[in-house]
Nanobody, 120 residues
Framework: QVQLVESGGGLVQPGGSLRLSCAASGIILSIYNMGWYRQAPGKQRELVAVISSGRSTNYADSVKGRFTISRDNAKNTVYLQMNSLKPEDTAVYYC??????????????WGQGTQVTVSS
């Protein structure tokens, strides 16, 4: 089995920063794209940022210039550095990874989600 475990969410004031982490565990052969999605109450889940195995990145327009995605392949971990946070960034943030594990085909995996609340 593969598990994605997120950490780093919490409550922060507008203009503040948070860093999310997501570590993949299990017998993993390869990790391809890794990304972060978010879902606010009453809204659909949306892509925030994605990073390829070659470290190419793509961001939602709403977070460009404020968020930075990175990964540590040796640790099977992806990060999301969030700066200049706004109340509209409030959501549950989910980690996603495209993984090939031992004895199974390549598949998408999701973390359990971590709450980010931006409020004064």
């Amino acid at each position: 089995q593969v598990q994605l475990v997120e950490s780093g969410g919490g409550l922060v004031q507008p203009g503040g920063s948070l860093r999310l982490s997501c570590a993949a565990s299990g017998i993993i052969l390869s990790i391809y794209n890794m990304g972060w999605y978010r879902q606010a109450p009453g809204k659909q889940r949306e892509l925030v940022a994605v990073i390829s195995s070659g470290r190419s990145t793509n961001y939602a327009d709403s977070v460009k210039g404020r968020f930075t995605i990175s990964r540590d392949n040796a640790k099977n971990t992806v990060y999301l550095q969030m700066n200049s946070l706004k109340p509209e960034d409030t959501a549950v943030y989910y980690c996603n990874a495209d993984i090939r594990r031992l004895g199974a085909p390549r598949a998408d995996y999701w973390g359990q989600g971590t709450q980010v609340t931006v409020s004064s």
